[in-house]
């Protein structure tokens, strides 16, 4: 039994099971960004241990209690694979990909989301705080109120809240925002998702939506003041410089230059593979400039890192044949012996691999479709202690709301993205210093430290406001 003060809910608890049956801890966004906070506070941590059928007992890692749910073989196919990844994602990345609508998968969310609530009801103490995270746990804060209404719950929405005209195709849309509106406070990446949301409660449910919270009717005749509000999550920025002034991944960083044949300009990406990420428009202007001379593969390389993710989603692996056709074809067409115009990484690297990677990169390209904010823009422009280098960022991506001195593109418009590219090689160093310094002052200043404090603060303000 824990009897925690905080207790984070999340699709994933922060480890990975090793090969030696021990834990590490996992790379990715959502972990890396509650960490510190966690290790803190000292709180429990309730998640999946990422295996199916997986009984693991509560045990201590980090200075974070955690507590394993187990999911069996067909609650994976049905709650996380199905509902979380192929109806809600989608939907919510305004259905770049046709979102699937099943009731199975459904109920599995449902039945899923209900034994998460319960898992943080047993290990919350009293009065205690409880963040939930994410599109997948979304029905968790009313299910968690009605069981323990002393609790003070936090909710945060990781991923886009999208525009009412797609979110009303969503079957079980009445379910999904009661099911958010249990929480005290439900924090969005932008200023827009929040809008998009109280717009979905207006609409559906015909609730006054204020800037001070939602009003919630309450069965007694109350009202219970919800509130939704951006709250743009950031990285651990000093992390990030630290490693990039460290000898051994500066050395490893030349070295990776000098392995790409010490090519002028290196150009990099780095994403989940994921249909949300515009990884094929990217490479299509790529291989455009390269196709029509504008760059030359001697001059010129691309280095792509597509992390594995959800594979056996039907719709990734699509995405994977479709991505690794493109680089086969584009190579094929134009690389030397000696020399490549895409080096494809479909692999996850530590965090030291991927700052020798920031720190070898002239420009960086986050050419997201829709993405609820995009930390690895954050990480590259942390990573560049020396004020050089280029980002490239999608208007799409919710960190463009405060990476206003990147180079902003639509990745639709592959004419402008490619213009964009030249524009980002051809940068004069000056330029290049103006802007990364006023990126690097908003990341180090906003890091995941403000973003963490900002919520809780907030969270803690509601208590005792119901009336
Ligand atoms: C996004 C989501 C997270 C998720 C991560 C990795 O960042 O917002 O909730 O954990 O992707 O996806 P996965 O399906 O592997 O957990």
């Known amino acids: 039994m824990t009897e925690a003060g905080l207790v984070v809910v999340a699709n994933r608890l922060p480890v990975d099971a090793d090969a030696d049956g021990g834990w590490r801890r996992s790379p990715g966004g959502l972990v890396t960004a509650l960490e ?43 709650y996380y694979e199905g ?25 599995a969310y449902l039945r899923v989301n209900q034994r998460f609530a319960d898992a943080a009801a047993e290990a919350a ?3 205690a705080t409880v963040w939930v995270q994410d599109y997948q746990l979304q029905l968790v804060p009313a299910m968690l109120r009605a ?11 990781h991923i886009p809240f999208p525009a009412y005209g797609l979110y009303s195709q969503l079957p079980w849309r009445r379910q999904v925002i009661e099911g958010l509106l249990g929480a005290d406070v439900i924090g969005f990446q932008r200023v827009a998702d929040a809008g998009n949301f109280a717009r979905a409660v207006r609409r559906l449910f015909h609730y006054e939506t204020k800037a001070s919270g939602i009003r919630v009717p309450q069965p007694d005749g109350s009202v219970r003041l919800a509130l939704a509000k951006a709250f743009p999550i950031s990285i651990d920025a000093e992390a990030y410089i630290e490693l990039a002034g460290r000898e051994d991944i500066l050395a ?20 989940r593979l994921d249909y949300t990420k515009g990884i094929g428009h990217r490479l299509k202007a790529f291989g455009e400039l390269l196709a029509e001379g504008r760059l030359s593969v001697q001059d010129a390389t691309l280095v792509q890192v597509a992390s594995p993710s959800r594979e056996r989603v039907e719709t990734y692996a699509h995405l994977r044949d479709e991505i690794e056709l493109t680089v086969g074809r ?3 067409d134009v690389d030397t012996v000696g020399h490549t115009a895409i080096r494809y990484l479909h692999q996850a690297f530590p965090r030291e691999e991927m700052v020798a990677l920031y720190l070898a990169a002239d420009v960086m390209l986050v050419t997201a479709l829709r ?34 001195r990147a180079l902003t593109v639509n990745p639709h418009d592959i004419e402008g993205l490619k213009d964009t590219i030249m524009r980002a090689i051809e940068m004069p160093p000056a330029e290049q210093r103006r802007r990364m310094r006023a990126l690097r002052r908003r990341v180090r200043e906003h890091d995941v430290e403000a973003w963490s404090r900002d919520f809780l603060d907030a969270l803690a303000a509601t208590r005792g406001e119901s009336r």
């Open 371 to 404: 993405d609820g904010m995009n930390l690895v823009a954050k990480e590259y422009v942390a990573s560049r202690t020396d004020n050089h280098g280029v980002l490239v960022l999608s208007e799409f991506a919710g960190a463009h709301d405060e990476l206003g």
């Open 36 to 78: 510190p906070v966690m290790q803190r506070a000292g709180g429990a941590w309730v998640g999946w241990p990422g295996t199916p059928d997986a009984e693991v007992e509560p045990f201590d890692f980090d200075g974070t209690r955690l507590i394993p749910v187990a999911l069996s073989a067909e609650d994976v196919e049905l």
């Open 125 to 127: 103490a009293e009065g």
């Open 252 to 271: 490893r960083s030349r070295e990776i230059r000098a392995s790409l044949g010490d090519p002028a300009h290196v150009l990099l990406g780095v994403d």
């Open 83 to 107: 509902f979380s990844n192929d109806t809600i994602w989608p939907l919510y990345h305004d259905v770049i990909a046709a979102p699937r609508y099943r009731r199975p998968w459904w109920e």
């Open 147 to 157: 069981a323990r209404p002393d609790l003070t719950i936090g909710y945060f929405h």
């Open 330 to 332: 584009i190579n094929g």
